[in-house]
C-alpha cells in the first residue's frame, strides 16, 4: 500500500541498517529536517490562511457604474460608521472596481461619488462572512421632502394638561395666512380671547402668559406692549398648553406656547411675499432656508410692516387718528450637526418698532387746567384733541445657544444659555396733553431691561412605562425705569389742581434673580392610565425675597381615541413682572399723580385644581 515519503525514508534506514551503519546519522538529520521544513511550512501555511480570511472577512470589494451599465473609473467610495463619520475610502480602478478594508468588524454603509452624481447608500454588516460584493449605481443627485400630514392632532392622552397642537399648515390656512399676529393665532385656540391694544386673555385672565422656543423659556421684557416678537411666520409648529402644567413649567402659567421654529430643510426654500390691504397697510417679507454642507442648514426671516392702525383706537368705524405704525421683525437661525448624538442650535430674535398713539377727536379742553397752562406760557394754544403727539418706541433682542446630547437610547439632555435685552421709550406733549386728560397728568418714560441665564433639560426613559424629566434654570435680570412726570399741586380744599406745571423726575433699577429646579415622572401603568407626578422649587430675589415648593399632581384616562379625561392638581408661583417698578423716590404726595398703592406687587402661591374632558 502507498505510504507517505517520510515513512519511506525511515523504512528504508531501518531495513538497511547492517550495511549503511555509517550513513545513518547523515540520513537521520536529513530526515529530521525534512520533517521540521514540513511541519513549518504547514503551520506557515496555516497562520497565511488565517490571516488571509481575516483580511477577506474585513474587505468590502465591488464596482461602481452609470445607470446604463458603463463602468465609472476615478469615483470616490466611501465608508462610514453608524454615527456618519468616514472610516476609509478608495478611487475606483479603470474597470471600475475597487477594494477597501475596514479596521473592525460592525455595520456600515458604502457610498460612491463622483462631481454631481452619486450613488445609493449601501450598508453591509461586516462579522463571520465574506461580503457578498457590492455594486453602486451612480445618479443624478435629486432631494426629496417627505411631510406627514394628518387630517386633525391627535389628543395628546399622555399629558395631564389641555394641549393643542397649531402647525405651519394651519397658519398658512387661515384668513391672511402667516401674515397674522400672535393675538391673532392664539384667538384660534378655545378659552383664549381678544383684549384690548393686541392683547389676549385666558379664561379671564390678562397676560401671565410664556412664550418658548424649542424648549427655552424667552424672558419677560418691557418693549412687547404692542409688538410681537415672535412672528408666526417662523413656527414650523406650536405647542400650546392651557392649564394642568407639569413641573418643569413655571413662571408664567395661565398660557405656554412653545414653538418649534423653521430650520434649513432639504430641499432648499425661500420665498418673497408682498401682503396689503386696507389701512394703508403694506407687509412685504422674504425668507430663505438652506442646508450648507452635510451638518449645517440655517433659516433667515425679515419681515416689515407699515399700517395706520397700529394700535386698536379708541374711536368706533373706519376713522382712525394719529395711529401710524412701523416694525421690523428679524430671524435668524443656524443649526450644527456635530454626529449623530450632538447638535447645536442657534438662535437670533430682533424686532423694532415705532408707534403713534390714537387719540379721540372733538374732545372739550378742560377748563380747570387751561388758565394754568397760560399763565405759564401765555402764547400756548391747544391744538385739536386728535393732533395731540404723544408716540412710543420699541425695540427688543433675544438670542439662545443649545446643545443637545444624546448620551445613549434612554438619557439625552438639553443644555442651553439665552440673552434678552429690551428697550421701550414713550415721549408724550406735555401742554396739549394736560389739556384734555382728566387725570391732569402725562409722563415721559424710558424702559430697559435685559435678562441672561442657562437652562438644563434632562430626560430618562428607564423603561416603556416611565419618562422621568429633571432640570433646573437660572436667571438674572436687571430692569431700569426712567421718567418725567408731568403734574399739578393739589389744593386740599376744592381738591383741584392748582399752580404751574411741575416737572418730577425719577429713575429706579431693579435686580431680579430666580433659581428653578424640578423633577417630574410620567408613569404609564397601562395604556388607559397615565399618572404624572412631579414636584418643582422656584426662588426669587427681587422686590422680594420667596421662595416655594409646588407639587403637581395630573391624571388621564383615555377612553378610546376619540375621549380622554384630565384632571390636575398644581400649586403654582408667579412672581411679578420685573418692569413694575415702584418708584418710591419721588414724593408725589399732594399732586395729581399721587399713587393708590407705591408697593408693587407680592408673587402669587395658590392652587388650582382641574378635571374636564377633551373631546
Not at 520533517?35 to 470589494?61: K, R
Amino acid at each position: 500500500c502507498p505510504r507517505k515519503a517520510g515513512a519511506r525514508i525511515i523504512h528504508v534506514v531501518l531495513s538497511c541498517r547492517g550495511a549503511m551503519l555509517r550513513t545513518i546519522p547523515l540520513g537521520l538529520w536529513i530526515g529530521l529536517i525534512s520533517i521540521l521544513a514540513v511541519v513549518m511550512s504547514c503551520v506557515s501555511g496555516a497562520s497565511d490562511a488565517v490571516s488571509a480570511a481575516d483580511n477577506e472577512i474585513l474587505t468590502i470589494i465591488g464596482l461602481v457604474q452609470n445607470q446604463d451599465l458603463r463602468r465609472v473609473d476615478q469615483a470616490i467610495v466611501q465608508v462610514r460608521d453608524q454615527e456618519g463619520n468616514v472610516v476609509t475610502q478608495e478611487v475606483t480602478n479603470q474597470a471600475g472596481e475597487f477594494t477597501v478594508t475596514v479596521l473592525q468588524e460592525g455595520t456600515y454603509s458604502v457610498s460612491a461619488v463622483q462631481d454631481t452624481y452619486k450613488s445609493e447608500f449601501v450598508v453591509v454588516k461586516i462579522g463571520m462572512e465574506r461580503v457578498a460584493p457590492v455594486v453602486l449605481t451612480l445618479s443624478v443627485t435629486q432631494d426629496i421632502a417627505l411631510e406627514i400630514v394628518s387630517p386633525l392632532p391627535a389628543i395628546q392622552y399622555k399629558a395631564s394638561s389641555e394641549t393643542y397642537q397649531l402647525s405651519r399648515k394651519d397658519v398658512e390656512i387661515l384668513p391672511r395666512g402667516n401674515n397674522n399676529t400672535v393675538a391673532e393665532v392664539l384667538q384660534t385656540v378655545p378659552s383664549v380671547v381678544y383684549g384690548a391694544l393686541g392683547q389676549t386673555h385666558i379664561r379671564q385672565g390678562h397676560a401671565n402668559q410664556q412664550f418658548r422656543i424649542d424648549g427655552v423659556p424667552i424672558p419677560e421684557g418691557v418693549s412687547a406692549t404692542f409688538t410681537d416678537v415672535i412672528s408666526p411666520r417662523m413656527w414650523e409648529r406650536a405647542d400650546i398648553i392651557l392649564g394642568g402644567m407639569e413641573a418643569q413649567y413655571g413662571n408664567k402659567t395661565a398660557l405656554v406656547v412653545d414653538i418649534t421654529s423653521k430650520s434649513g430643510t432639504r430641499p432648499s426654500f425661500g420665498s418673497a411675499q408682498m401682503f396689503g390691504g386696507s389701512n394703508q397697510t403694506v407687509n412685504p417679507s422674504f425668507e430663505s432656508g438652506a442646508p450648507v454642507g452635510e451638518k449645517f442648514r440655517y433659516y433667515a426671516l425679515t419681515s416689515y410692516t407699515s399700517t395706520n392702525r397700529g394700535i386698536e383706537p379708541p374711536t368706533l368705524g373706519h376713522s382712525v387718528f394719529h395711529d401710524q405704525n412701523e416694525r421690523n421683525q428679524t430671524y435668524l437661525r443656524g443649526d450644527y450637526q456635530h454626529d449623530n448624538r450632538n447638535n447645536l442650535s442657534w438662535v437670533f430674535l430682533n424686532a423694532v418698532a415705532k408707534y403713534q398713539i390714537p387719540t379721540i377727536p372733538g374732545l372739550a379742553v378742560n377748563q380747570d387746567v387751561l388758565p394754568l397752562l397760560q399763565a405759564q406760557n401765555p402764547t400756548f394754544s391747544p391744538t385739536a384733541s386728535q393732533a395731540v403727539n404723544q408716540n412710543q418706541k420699541e425695540n427688543s433682542q433675544y438670542t439662545h445657544l443649545v446643545w443637545r446630547h444624546d448620551v445613549n437610547a434612554e438619557n439625552f439632555f438639553q443644555l442651553a444659555g439665552f440673552l434678552r435685552n429690551s428697550y421701550a421709550n414713550f415721549t408724550t406733549d406735555p401742554f396739549n396733553t394736560l389739556a384734555y386728560t382728566p387725570d391732569q397728568q402725562t409722563a415721559n418714560q424710558k424702559r430697559k431691561a435685559y435678562s441672561l441665564g442657562t437652562r438644563l433639560d434632562y430626560t430618562w426613559t428607564p423603561n416603556k412605562q416611565h419618562l422621568v424629566k429633571t432640570g433646573f434654570q437660572f436667571e438674572y435680570t436687571n430692569a431700569q425705569n426712567q421718567f418725567q412726570l408731568f403734574d399739578f399741586a393739589v389744593d386740599p380744599g376744592p381738591g383741584l389742581p392748582t399752580g404751574p406745571v411741575l416737572t418730577q423726575s425719577a429713575a429706579n433699577t431693579n435686580v431680579q434673580t430666580r433659581q428653578e429646579f424640578w423633577i417630574q415622572d410620567q408613569w404609564s401603568p397601562t395604556d388607559h392610565w397615565t399618572f404624572n407626578l412631579g414636584v418643582r422649587y422656584d426662588q426669587i430675589q427681587s422686590f422680594y425675597n420667596e421662595g416655594q415648593i409646588s407639587p403637581r399632581l395630573g391624571v388621564t384616562y383615555k377612553l378610546n381615541q376619540s375621549h380622554v379625561f384630565h384632571a390636575n392638581y398644581s400649586r403654582l408661583f408667579t412672581p411679578p413682572n420685573v418692569e413694575q417698578i415702584a418708584f418710591t423716590k419721588v414724593n408725589l404726595q399732594g399732586t395729581t399723580a399721587q399713587p393708590d398703592d407705591p408697593t408693587g406687587f407680592n408673587p402669587r402661591a395658590y392652587s388650582v385644581k382641574l378635571s374636564r374632558p377633551s373631546l
